[in-house]
């Protein structure tokens, strides 16, 4: 077994998961749009990288799930994407140290991508 | 491309990150001055880490060239050039990555690329640059 296969599966999941959580923050935090969109949008070419053929999905701005939970502040949404991005950026680091050549350096992007927005959030 | 090719290359690159950092910390101001000095700290580190790493392969340890124009009158070019600095480390730390499966240059290869994107991030933003990250850092 090609043990790329599970290290770009989870990578996969860690980018759809970054995505709805973008998104649910846009969804809350308009007012956010300038600063999350285009952060959004680098995990979106995130997972085109990892699965050059499926195509990426679309923002869902119609989300409701968050709608019935408590509304967050601005600081506090931006603080838990912090958070999350950290968590990948750690993860997608560690799956590159074992990875294949190929995949290897795509991961290691991906982590210090995500590293640069856990900063600048 | 060799794995030995490409250290040469990013101590070239990290010996320019040094000398690049030492001459655009004149052109800032008080805030982007305490992070070209800790970045000019930084770097001094990953130079001195690729020398061992070079030294315990018996490889050659090259020095200094001029790599960069780092002649910037003011803080707009000093920025660009901070940019500059980063964004090239980047495109060798994740060339490293591509070349070796020797661990432990893995693991400083990917510090190194996230180290140097969190550097653009924070130089571009201080730049007004936007957008301020990129989605693939070391991808040419």
Do not use: M
């Not at chain 1, 997972?47 to 869902?60: E, F, G, H, K």
């Not at chain 2, 008080?30 to 315990?56: G, K, N, P």
């Not at chain 2, 510090?111 to 957008?131: C, E, F, I, N, Y």
Request: charged share 20%.
């Amino acid at each position: 077994v090609d043990p790329d296969v599970a290290l770009i599966a989870a990578a996969v999941a860690q980018e759809q998961s970054l995505l709805l959580a973008y998104d649910e923050a846009l969804v809350e935090h308009p007012e956010l749009a300038a600063q999350l969109t285009p952060l959004r949008d680098e995990h979106a070419q995130h997972l085109a990288r990892l699965q050059p053929t499926v195509p990426t999905p679309t923002p869902t701005p119609t989300v409701a799930s968050s709608a019935a939970t408590t509304r967050e502040l601005p600081s506090t949404r931006r603080a838990k994407l912090a958070a999350l991005e950290r968590n990948a950026a750690a993860a997608h680091g560690t799956a590159a140290l074992t990875a294949s050549r190929r995949l290897a350096p795509v991961l290691a992007s991906l982590s210090a991508c995500e590293a640069s927005h856990a900063v600048v959030l | 491309v060799t794995e030995a090719a490409v250290l040469a290359d990013l101590l070239v690159t990290e010996h320019a990150a040094v000398y690049s950092y030492g001459v655009l910390g004149a052109r800032l101001d008080e805030a982007t001055r305490r992070l070209a000095l800790s970045a000019f700290d930084a770097h001094r580190v990953r130079r001195d880490e690729l020398v061992i790493r070079l030294r315990a392969r018996g490889l050659e340890t090259v020095g200094p060239k001029p790599l960069y124009d780092v002649t910037v009158p003011g803080r707009v070019q000093a920025l660009a050039l901070a940019v500059r600095v980063e964004t090239e480390l980047g495109v060798r730390w994740r060339d490293l990555v591509a070349v070796t499966d020797d661990l432990d240059l893995r693991r400083l290869a990917v510090q190194g690329l996230q180290d140097s994107a969190v550097r653009a991030a924070q130089w571009r933003k201080a730049a007004s640059t936007s957008p301020v990250t990129v989605a693939l850092p070391g991808e040419a």
